[in-house]
């Protein structure tokens, strides 16, 4: 949904309203009317005294915390897209990710006609280790039933998660078992993995794909490598499709690892603040293997960083379609009460002096920009991203490469719409695919995973036209009808899609990636991009 900026701070808009009001009748607010005037005198302190006066003089109950919150926030967001508030509950949630744990039971689970499923058992959790199993219903918890109330996500994790240490009871209902199972679960702290998958795409060719840059990312990242070194690898395709950026450090600590020594990776510079620079501080352990990153729209900040790096320095070329544009520095400013704001202070510049972030400000819709691209054709053809002169910059061989707000990727791919259809589309975004493939594969698990490894599952397992069918009518059951038009258009990718799923519910991510690649158009041309980096790299 768009978010309609605010021309003028909150703050600004109260204050005149109020002014306004005072002006018409006076008389309303008795003796303490001239006092607020004499107060609104003293700018310095305006805010906090505006915010005293509503307190006070409102004709209903106010909720004073949250109009402080509301207040700063709206006054932030005016400066920028990234300059904001964040409370402190807020704060938690914002970090967990990056932190790279949680504290809690330590499962993966869905809610399918409303009953919580577990879909699999964190490895190193609690929950792993007492025995829960995918395919597990949790009925109650702590004696509270939560089955066929119309639970929700946010119901699950409050009641599921709590601090390392504590216990929470359970009751659970397996398939084939008799009656209600309970267990007594003592929480701990879970980990949260940054590297989605790690594998081999054919004998010379490694895949890893990273998802955000947490504190654990660097170490995750590199263990992967070393897994697909000892497979055979001599070349590295690194998927940053979709990750939003995390923590500078790691970005930088992963980029080392790519870069010879001395070589610049970012700098930032600000109004009030100088220009600091960013080099590589010794020659990394895979600067010999060569690489090809692959980007999207939704590459943004930490990831545009790497990219940028690697393609200034001539390290490796860039695959896909112009990324976000998050290129400003923030400093995270954090209040007594564990509340924060997070201030832009500087831009991120790569190393041949192009800003990251796209523009923004008076006039120019920041959060359109994704929906614009759409609607300029840019995400289908690469002949409309529009390259002025002025933004032209060159890498360290000289090579050519554009600015204007993000990183223009070496080798374009568009969006590929080959197989796509509406109908396609609903299964996919209604959670209707899904929804079937979880169901398919709670009801075949053991015959799944008798049938041999996630490997012989990728060589050997056909969606067959009765599961198709099958799909169909379970779609209809869920208000989507079958068109047999674009049934004849996605056909074969709606059964590659719900391969995919089931193996995703009986392996993870090792069995989902290996089977979507085989629909994955950009990364058929981040394949064949080495070839062309011997010809196109010094």
């Not at 006609?113 to 190193?124: A, K, M």
């Not at 078992?177 to 010379?204: C, E, H, N, Q, W």
Request: charged share 25%; aromatic share 10%; no cysteine.
């Amino acid at each position: 949904m768009k978010k309609t900026w605010i021309l003028l701070p909150l703050l600004l808009a109260i204050a005149l309203s109020a002014g306004i009001y005072i002006g018409a009748d006076m008389s309303r607010f008795g003796a303490e009317a001239p006092v607020f005037n004499r107060m609104v005198n003293h700018s310095s302190n305006k805010i906090t005294q505006i915010i005293n006066f509503i307190e006070r003089h409102y004709v209903d109950t106010v909720d004073k915390a949250g109009l402080i919150d509301f207040s700063i926030q709206e006054m932030l967001q005016h400066l920028d897209p990234h300059s904001y508030y964040i409370s402190a509950r807020e704060l938690r949630q914002y970090t967990e990710p990056l932190e790279g744990n949680f504290d809690g039971i330590g499962v993966e689970f869905t809610i399918q006609n409303d009953t919580v499923f577990v879909v699999t058992p964190l490895e190193g959790g609690p929950s792993e280790a007492l025995g829960i199993r995918s395919g597990d219903r949790i009925v109650t918890v702590d004696g509270e039933n939560i089955a066929g109330i119309g639970v929700t996500n946010r119901d699950v994790m409050t009641s599921l998660r709590g601090e390392s240490g504590t216990r929470v009871n359970v009751q659970i209902k397996r398939r084939g078992t008799p009656g209600l199972l309970d267990f007594t679960i003592t929480r701990g702290k879970i980990p949260i993995y940054s590297v989605a998958v790690s594998y081999m795409l054919d004998d010379a060719t490694g895949y890893i794909r990273v998802t955000r840059f947490a504190k654990t990312t660097h170490q995750e990242f590199m263990e992967g490598v070393m897994n697909l070194k000892m497979n055979g690898m001599e070349q590295l395709i690194i998927d940053l499709r979709g990750n939003g950026g995390g923590y500078l450090n790691t970005a930088i600590a992963m980029i080392e690892e790519l870069l010879p020594a001395n070589q610049l990776i970012v700098y930032t510079e600000g109004r009030a603040q100088p220009r600091k620079t960013y080099e590589t501080r010794r020659s990394g352990s895979l600067t010999n293997l060569p690489v090809v990153i692959m980007i999207d729209q939704g590459s943004a900040s930490a990831s545009e960083i790497l990219a940028g790096a690697v393609q200034d320095n001539d390290r490796g070329l860039i695959v896909g379609r112009r990324s976000f544009g998050k290129g400003l520095v923030q400093e995270h400013y954090e209040f007594p009460d564990s509340s924060a704001i997070r201030l832009t202070v500087s831009r991120y510049y790569t190393p041949s002096g192009r800003s990251i972030q796209r523009p923004y400000g008076n006039g120019i819709d920041y959060e359109a920009d994704i929906y614009a691209r759409y609607e300029t054709g840019e995400l289908y053809d690469s002949t409309k991203i529009n390259y002025p002169d002025s933004l032209v910059y060159f890498t360290r061989s000289g090579r050519k490469v554009f600015g204007g707000g993000g990183i223009v990727p070496d080798l374009y791919v568009a969006i590929d719409t080959v197989g796509g259809s509406e109908y396609f589309t609903e299964l996919s975004y209604r959670g209707i695919l899904n929804d079937f493939a979880f169901e398919y594969a709670d009801s075949h698990r053991d015959r799944l995973l008798a049938a041999g490894s996630v490997e012989e599952f990728v060589k050997s397992f056909v969606v067959n036209p009765r599961m198709l069918q099958d799909l169909y009518h379970f779609a209809d059951g869920r208000g989507l009808k079958a068109d047999p038009t674009d049934i004849n258009i996605s056909e074969s990718h709606i059964a590659l899609r719900l391969k995919a799923l089931i193996a995703r519910n009986i392996w993870g991510n090792d069995g989902y990636y290996p089977i979507i690649a085989e629909d994955d158009r950009m990364l058929q041309v981040a394949r064949g991009a080495f070839e062309k980096g011997k010809t196109i790299l010094p």
